[in-house]
């Protein structure tokens, strides 16, 4: 997101949040389906800046035909509330007819007659799957289906592939592709928030959110581009309640966006320059510089992504939503566990109630009795591996997963062994300082050497990074 | 709230205004981190691609100056200091800092008689224009110099060639001083100097050269890591060797005159150093033997303008009584690199070993 593309959505945030809310909700809606066309940066296959966002609407469509708890999908009721959805896809579409080049999407649109008929086939196979299937079934394929393209999007390989397919379908140059050609904004945070509500629904919590409030939670244009990942129930109420702008909003938010700005646009874009990155990590020589460069990097993509969400969470502010804190001074905690309570911390909480409790649960409650750290240790690699590989499907970030898996594992382990014999100890207050900065001197340091593997695109460039922080 | 609103919108006015009254540019300009958290450059800032190069090109000469090696601090006793001025040449287009003229004279170590270590500062300039050169040249005589070598080619004399760089047109005040000072065959009005309007000299007005300051020291922090302060194509082209039947030099007529070339700018360098010795050196330039070589030296020089031009030269200097020099010739063919003055690093080998032995000559002599 740019400076402009912020102050709109601030102007956007501030004429919906002082409306009454029986129009606030449709503002919100119309607001968050037309931002995803806006904000969707352009892509080198032909049309794809406009079929993505257009997928994203179907795939929120299709989540919330099937975890809704009112099962009357063919009713009139249904219908009225696709209208808009439709109709905003119509309506971008049409945008091909404007001359000069509409703001809505960064290329023209293709033909409004491919839009009808894609949509048109995707509505009709989705009804006929709704129909076919049973829900327990549907929502089997769903998550299969939000997974794969999510493995696609974040496998350099797979990702080449499909974008060779789609530019021969095209009638594109097949030599050029690439996956970056696949960039499909705020997918990583969209599946995850589908993700969750199908998980949710399969262990029997359907939701009554109307597909408006349904897509305004998973296309919520605050949270689009950097999250949070908020938890549907919660953002649908805060959704009904429609409390009014107060001043005391307006002054909280205001602060946040521009503390946002400031983080973002300031700090983390001016660290950027001599943060640690594949280029000059070749080029610096080893030493004391290449610490300067490791901790710069660390702070800026704290700044930058601190940044986007304290932006989210002021524009969420302004328009009665509270969303969920991500960051809460991570880089001060003592230990890598409280690190990571307070670092990404919806993304943490997300796999933590998805994958790591239902995983060492399945572990406690195996026929074969395993040992207790053997379950830590499996459901922290797991965890912290799959958390890696949210950002991307490499060995790089693989290594930064069982990195922080390692340490995670290791605190836990020194911290059983250690309480008891710390409760039977007095430590004078000024020790326990020193306890305490070593601690943290350890943790952020620990943090600060695993943003090596982040950092890189390859493990050889890590570890060469390694050497000339190190000198050996 | 609204005195909130009301605190903040004044606090804004007078911040955006007060620029235009104060122009903190020159000030703000010589407060820099270089030299005090991580070395000076070795030459001056220049760069069209920052992101690779970790060096930019503004038009702040104060900052460009205290973001060089010359200004750490005092000059240590025992140093004898000589700066180069010159073109892209000299700063060292295509060369890695330690390939530079400078950086190779310094390397071999020079002493003098009286024992005083030679210690040569790169303040080449890439643009080729004598006007820019005594530009720099004004800012350069604060650091004590005891010698200035001045290396200049044809390319850099025409009066055409002297307000076009970027650099002297977004300084109109200095030069156009040392148009009227020195009563230089330049127009002081000359439409392209950049004259700021109010809306220029208000915070948001200067807000590019206020990043561009900032971006400066935040690069340098990857010069101390890297050493690196250009980026130098792996294919960097190669000079020409055939050439176009063409006869044409800047719009001048055969023979060449006096009046012609800027001679008048070198007569102000000269004095603008105030009784510092100076040399002047005639740059080598690349010798063709391609097709048209019969009527041209290279892409920049037909022979009739260059021959006429090194004749006025050495007769200028005997007149004036200058220390001149003229290497035209003293660097074989295959050592030029993209452009017909552009040297490899060996090139820049033989020509420092000429440079440091006039300086050691004439310093002795003096």
Same mark, same amino acid.
């Given at each position: 997101m740019t400076l402009l593309h912020i102050l709109l959505l601030a102007a956007l945030s501030l004429l919906a949040g002082s409306m009454k809310p029986r129009w606030r909700g449709p503002v919100l809606l119309g607001g968050s389906l037309l931002a995803i066309y806006w904000l969707q940066p352009a892509t080198p296959i032909r049309n794809l800046d406009f079929w993505f966002p257009t997928a994203s609407i179907l795939l929120v469509a299709l989540v919330w035909a099937i975890t809704y708890e009112k099962r009357e999908l063919l009713s009139r009721q249904t219908f009225i509330q696709v209208i808009p959805l439709a109709g905003v896809i119509l309506v971008v579409g049409l $945008? +091909?007819?404007? &001359?000069?080049?509409?703001? @809505? $999407?960064p290329t023209r649109p293709p033909a409004i007659t491919q839009v009808i008929v894609a949509v048109l086939i995707v509505a009709g196979m989705v009804t006929l799957v709704l129909i076919r299937f049973n829900q327990r079934n549907l929502t089997i394929l769903a998550l299969l289906l939000l997974l794969v393209t999510f493995i696609f999007l974040k496998t350099d390989s797979l990702g080449q592939a499909l974008s060779a397919g789609l530019r021969r379908i095209q009638g594109q140059d097949v030599t050029l592709a690439s996956a970056l050609d696949l960039r499909w904004l705020g997918f990583s945070y969209l599946a995850f928030r589908l993700l969750h509500v199908l998980r949710d629904f399969q262990l029997g919590k359907a939701h009554n959110a109307s597909l408006g409030e349904f897509t305004t939670y998973a296309l919520f244009f605050p949270a689009l581009t950097a999250g949070p990942i908020d938890r549907s129930q919660r953002f649908v109420g805060d959704l009904r309640e429609g409390s009014r702008l107060s001043p005391d909003s307006l002054l909280e938010g205001g602060r946040r966006i521009l503390l946002g700005v400031f983080k973002k646009f300031v700090l983390a874009d001016s660290l950027a320059i001599f943060a640690l990155n594949p280029q000059n990590a070749v080029q610096m020589r080893a030493g004391f510089w290449t610490w300067v460069l490791l901790y710069t990097y660390t702070l800026c993509i704290y700044f930058d992504f601190a940044g986007y969400t304290d932006i989210a969470l002021g524009l969420g502010r302004w328009l009665g939503i509270k969303l969920p804190e %991500?960051?809460?001074? *991570?880089?001060?905690? $003592? %230990?890598l566990t409280a690190f990571w309570n307070s670092w990404h911390i919806t993304l943490a909480q997300w796999f933590r109630a998805y994958f790591f409790n239902p995983v060492t649960r399945f572990l406690r409650s195996s026929s074969k009795q395993l040992p207790v750290w053997l379950i830590i240790l499996a459901g922290q690699a797991g965890t912290m591996l799959l958390i890696g590989l949210w950002h991307g499907v490499t060995w790089n970030f693989a290594a930064w997963g069982l990195w922080h898996a390692a340490g995670l594992f290791a605190h836990n382990r020194w911290s059983e062994w250690v309480r008891p014999r710390l409760a039977i100890l007095e430590m004078p207050s000024r020790l326990q300082r020193v306890v305490s900065l070593t601690s943290w001197l350890l943790t952020f340091h620990y943090v600060v050497l695993g943003w090596v593997w982040f950092a890189m695109p390859d493990l050889d460039l890590s570890i060469s990074v390694f050497h000339k922080l190190f000198r050996f | 709230m609204s005195r909130v609103i009301l605190k903040g919108l004044i606090l804004f006015v007078v911040l955006t205004l007060l620029p235009t009254f104060t122009n903190p540019l020159p000030m703000l300009g010589r407060v820099s981190a270089y030299n005090v958290l991580f070395p000076g450059r070795l030459r001056l800032p220049y760069g069209d691609n920052p992101q690779r190069a970790y060096n930019l090109s503004l038009f702040n000469l104060e900052a460009m100056f205290a973001s060089h090696e010359l200004s750490a601090g005092q000059k240590p006793p025992g140093e004898y200091r000589v700066l180069l001025i010159g073109d892209s040449a000299t700063w060292g287009f295509l060369l890695k800092p330690e390939e530079t003229l400078s950086a190779q004279i310094n390397a071999a170590g020079y002493n003098l008689p009286d024992n005083r270590r030679l210690r040569v500062y790169n303040l080449g300039y890439p643009v080729m224009s004598l006007a820019k050169d005594l530009l720099i040249l004004s800012y350069a005589v604060r650091y004590q110099p005891d010698m200035i070598v001045w290396l200049v080619t044809? &390319? !850099? /004399?025409?009066?055409?060639?002297? =307000?076009?760089?970027p650099l002297v047109q977004h300084n109109p005040e200095p030069m156009q001083r040392l148009i009227l000072g020195y009563k230089l %065959? @330049?127009? *002081? !009005?000359? *439409?392209g100097f950049i004259q700021a309007t109010f809306f220029d000299r208000t915070l948001i007005g200067q807000r590019r050269a206020l990043a561009d300051l900032v971006r400066l020291q935040l690069y340098g922090v990857l010069w101390a890591a890297t050493g690196i302060d250009q980026d130098i194509p792996e294919n960097q082209g190669q000079h020409m060797e055939d050439l176009p039947d063409d006869l044409s /030099?800047? %719009? =001048?007529?055969? *023979?060449?005159? +006096? &009046?012609?070339?800027?001679f008048d700018i070198l007569r102000a360098g000269i004095s603008e150093t105030g009784g510092t010795p100076v040399i002047i050196i005639n740059e080598p330039t690349f010798i063709s033997h391609g097709t048209h070589s019969d009527v041209r030296y290279n892409y920049y020089y037909p022979r009739w303008a260059y021959d006429a031009y090194r004749r006025l030269m050495a007769e200028e200097s005997k007149r004036m009584g200058w220390n001149y020099d003229d290497f035209w010739d003293a660097i074989p063919a295959e050592e030029f690199t993209n452009t017909a003055i552009h040297m490899t690093p060996k090139g820049t080998a033989i020509f420092a070993n000429l440079i440091a032995k006039e300086i050691i000559h004439l310093s002795n002599a003096r």
């Amino acid at each position: 997101m740019t400076l402009l593309h912020i102050l709109l959505l601030a102007a956007l945030s501030l004429l919906a949040g002082s409306m009454k809310p029986r129009w606030r909700g449709p503002v919100l809606l119309g607001g968050s389906l037309l931002a995803i066309y806006w904000l969707q940066p352009a892509t080198p296959i032909r049309n794809l800046d406009f079929w993505f966002p257009t997928a994203s609407i179907l795939l929120v469509a299709l989540v919330w035909a099937i975890t809704y708890e009112k099962r009357e999908l063919l009713s009139r009721q249904t219908f009225i509330q696709v209208i808009p959805l439709a109709g905003v896809i119509l309506v971008v579409g049409l $945008t +091909r007819y404007l &001359e000069p080049l509409c703001c @809505l $999407t960064p290329t023209r649109p293709p033909a409004i007659t491919q839009v009808i008929v894609a949509v048109l086939i995707v509505a009709g196979m989705v009804t006929l799957v709704l129909i076919r299937f049973n829900q327990r079934n549907l929502t089997i394929l769903a998550l299969l289906l939000l997974l794969v393209t999510f493995i696609f999007l974040k496998t350099d390989s797979l990702g080449q592939a499909l974008s060779a397919g789609l530019r021969r379908i095209q009638g594109q140059d097949v030599t050029l592709a690439s996956a970056l050609d696949l960039r499909w904004l705020g997918f990583s945070y969209l599946a995850f928030r589908l993700l969750h509500v199908l998980r949710d629904f399969q262990l029997g919590k359907a939701h009554n959110a109307s597909l408006g409030e349904f897509t305004t939670y998973a296309l919520f244009f605050p949270a689009l581009t950097a999250g949070p990942i908020d938890r549907s129930q919660r953002f649908v109420g805060d959704l009904r309640e429609g409390s009014r702008l107060s001043p005391d909003s307006l002054l909280e938010g205001g602060r946040r966006i521009l503390l946002g700005v400031f983080k973002k646009f300031v700090l983390a874009d001016s660290l950027a320059i001599f943060a640690l990155n594949p280029q000059n990590a070749v080029q610096m020589r080893a030493g004391f510089w290449t610490w300067v460069l490791l901790y710069t990097y660390t702070l800026c993509i704290y700044f930058d992504f601190a940044g986007y969400t304290d932006i989210a969470l002021g524009l969420g502010r302004w328009l009665g939503i509270k969303l969920p804190e %991500n960051f809460a001074s *991570p880089y001060f905690k $003592t %230990n890598l566990t409280a690190f990571w309570n307070s670092w990404h911390i919806t993304l943490a909480q997300w796999f933590r109630a998805y994958f790591f409790n239902p995983v060492t649960r399945f572990l406690r409650s195996s026929s074969k009795q395993l040992p207790v750290w053997l379950i830590i240790l499996a459901g922290q690699a797991g965890t912290m591996l799959l958390i890696g590989l949210w950002h991307g499907v490499t060995w790089n970030f693989a290594a930064w997963g069982l990195w922080h898996a390692a340490g995670l594992f290791a605190h836990n382990r020194w911290s059983e062994w250690v309480r008891p014999r710390l409760a039977i100890l007095e430590m004078p207050s000024r020790l326990q300082r020193v306890v305490s900065l070593t601690s943290w001197l350890l943790t952020f340091h620990y943090v600060v050497l695993g943003w090596v593997w982040f950092a890189m695109p390859d493990l050889d460039l890590s570890i060469s990074v390694f050497h000339k922080l190190f000198r050996f | 709230m609204s005195r909130v609103i009301l605190k903040g919108l004044i606090l804004f006015v007078v911040l955006t205004l007060l620029p235009t009254f104060t122009n903190p540019l020159p000030m703000l300009g010589r407060v820099s981190a270089y030299n005090v958290l991580f070395p000076g450059r070795l030459r001056l800032p220049y760069g069209d691609n920052p992101q690779r190069a970790y060096n930019l090109s503004l038009f702040n000469l104060e900052a460009m100056f205290a973001s060089h090696e010359l200004s750490a601090g005092q000059k240590p006793p025992g140093e004898y200091r000589v700066l180069l001025i010159g073109d892209s040449a000299t700063w060292g287009f295509l060369l890695k800092p330690e390939e530079t003229l400078s950086a190779q004279i310094n390397a071999a170590g020079y002493n003098l008689p009286d024992n005083r270590r030679l210690r040569v500062y790169n303040l080449g300039y890439p643009v080729m224009s004598l006007a820019k050169d005594l530009l720099i040249l004004s800012y350069a005589v604060r650091y004590q110099p005891d010698m200035i070598v001045w290396l200049v080619t044809l &390319e !850099s /004399f025409p009066y055409d060639k002297q =307000l076009f760089p970027p650099l002297v047109q977004h300084n109109p005040e200095p030069m156009q001083r040392l148009i009227l000072g020195y009563k230089l %065959n @330049l127009n *002081p !009005s000359d *439409p392209g100097f950049i004259q700021a309007t109010f809306f220029d000299r208000t915070l948001i007005g200067q807000r590019r050269a206020l990043a561009d300051l900032v971006r400066l020291q935040l690069y340098g922090v990857l010069w101390a890591a890297t050493g690196i302060d250009q980026d130098i194509p792996e294919n960097q082209g190669q000079h020409m060797e055939d050439l176009p039947d063409d006869l044409s /030099f800047h %719009n =001048l007529k055969a *023979p060449l005159k +006096r &009046e012609d070339l800027a001679f008048d700018i070198l007569r102000a360098g000269i004095s603008e150093t105030g009784g510092t010795p100076v040399i002047i050196i005639n740059e080598p330039t690349f010798i063709s033997h391609g097709t048209h070589s019969d009527v041209r030296y290279n892409y920049y020089y037909p022979r009739w303008a260059y021959d006429a031009y090194r004749r006025l030269m050495a007769e200028e200097s005997k007149r004036m009584g200058w220390n001149y020099d003229d290497f035209w010739d003293a660097i074989p063919a295959e050592e030029f690199t993209n452009t017909a003055i552009h040297m490899t690093p060996k090139g820049t080998a033989i020509f420092a070993n000429l440079i440091a032995k006039e300086i050691i000559h004439l310093s002795n002599a003096r």
